[in-house]
C-alpha cells in the first residue's frame, strides 16, 4: 500500500507500480528502484501480459541487462556506401523490424558507465534506439537499486529531473505468500515460516532493523546471503530435495542462499510436516478434527488449505475448526491470505461465516 504520511517514503506496491508503467508508460519513463531481490526484474512479464490482456499479442517485451552492454549491443553506423553516408542499424536485441509496440526494460540501468547511460537516457526520453525510433505507443522503464544499498548505482542528476523515479516497496509476508508464492508452487514450509517470520520482509531503511538477522543491511559488510523474496523463492528445490540431500547438506544450501540465521530457523520447520491436519480431515468433521498445539504446524495447515477449498462448505467448516485454535493472530493470517487470493475471494465474498467473522473483527478486516 502506498504510504501517504508525510514522514515516511512514499512507496508503491507491485501492483502500484505496474498500474503507473502500463497507464502512464507511453508518456513517462519510471525509473523503479528497490532494494536487492524485490522483484523489479519480473515486473516486465507483468506489465506486457496486462496489456496484451487488453489488446492480445499487440506488445513485446525487451529484457535489456545493462551493466552487461556496450556500444555496440545497442547499435552501430555502418557504410551506406551508396548514397556515401553512414546509416544507424540497431541492435537485433530489439526487434524492430516486426513493428510490434515494445515494453523495454532497462535493468539495472543505474549501473551502467556514464557514456551508456546518455545512450539509455534518449532511448528513455525520446523512444529512439540510437537513431531509430520505436513503434508508437512503446514503453520504457528502467529498474535499479537504491544509492543508499551500496552496490553502485547512481544517475546523472539531470537525467534524473526528466524520469519519474518511484521505490518499489518489499512485500510483506501474506503478500509474497498470496500473491507469489502460492501462485508458483513453493513449498508448503517455505510459505510458512515467511509468515511466521514477517520481520524477514522488513527493510533496513524502515528503522530499528539493526538487530535484524534476516534482512539485507549495506552496513554489514560482506554479508552475501540473507533473506529476501528472490532468496526465499531459491531455497524451494534445496527444501523440496532435503529428503535427498540429507540434513547437514541442506542446511549448509540454505545458509548459502539466505543466512545462517535463517537457515537455522527454517530447519526447525522442516519437521513440522508430520503435525500439519489434512484438510479433507477438517472439512470431514470440524468439531473433531485435531488442531495442532504447534503455532507453526497450526500455521502450516492454513498454508496448505488454501489451496484445497473449493467451495464455500468447505470454508464454512474449516472456520468452525479454526475457531477451535482459539488464536486471533492465526485467523487474521488465514483471512489475510484468503482476501488477497482471487478464487478464494470469490468464494468467502457470499460466506456468512466470513460476514460474522468479518463484523466481530473489523479493525482486523480494516488492516488486512
Known sequence: MSKTNATMRLTLNHKEAMLAIKVLGKWRTFVIKSEPGVGKTSMLDAVVDSLNADAPDEYEGIYVDCPAKDIPDIGMYVPDVENGILKYLSSELFRLGNGKKKVIMLDEFMK???L???IWTRLMLERYVG???LPDGSIVFATSNNESDGVGDTMLAHAGNRVTI??????TASEWVANFAAKRGISKVIQTWALMEPRAFRSYRDGGQDDNPYIFNPAKKGVMSFVSPRSLAGCDPIVKNRHILGDNVTRTALAGTIGRSAADSMAAFLSLESEVIYTKDIIADPE????????AALCMTIVNALDDIKVQDDLSKFMTWLARAKSEEMESVFFSLVLQDERTTRI???NAKVAQWGARNFDLMVSI
Do not use: F
Open 112 to 114: 551502467s558507465n556514464k
Open 116 to 118: 551508456l547511460q546518455v
Open 131 to 133: 537513431d531509430v525510433k
Open 166 to 171: 518511484i521505490e518499489l516497496a518489499k512485500p
Open 288 to 295: 473433531n478434527a485435531p488442531v495442532p498445539s504447534k503455532v
Open 348 to 350: 468467502a465474498q457470499r
